[in-house]
């Protein structure tokens, strides 16, 4: 297994000039495909890990919530009218 260091950006004020540096260690096997998909879109390795972490990122937050809806679908009462009742005692 090798070390390889990862340049990321950090997302500072929505700024991405500002870098950080992370080191992970990869297997060869990853690191020489890493290396076969870099090569063949022309990119640098560590452009292809931004773009890896981003999607990882994005997808995971998609199912953030996902667990909650259709939680009243067998509840008798409507939601407004819940809502509307437990408004009514503050």
Avoid: C
Avoid at 81 to 90: G, I, K, T
């Amino acid at each position: 297994m090798k070390t390889l260091a990862v340049w990321y950006i950090v997302h500072i004020a929505q700024s991405e000039t500002d870098v950080g540096r992370i080191l992970i260690d990869l297997p060869d096997t990853q690191i020489e495909e890493l290396a076969a998909i870099a090569e063949a879109e022309h990119r640098s390795r560590a452009a292809v890990i931004r773009d890896a972490v981003k999607t990882y990122i994005s997808q995971r937050n998609l199912g953030l919530g996902a667990d909650v809806f259709g939680l009243w679908k067998d509840k008798k009462i409507d939601g407004v009218e819940y809502q509307l009742e437990r408004r009514s005692e503050w």
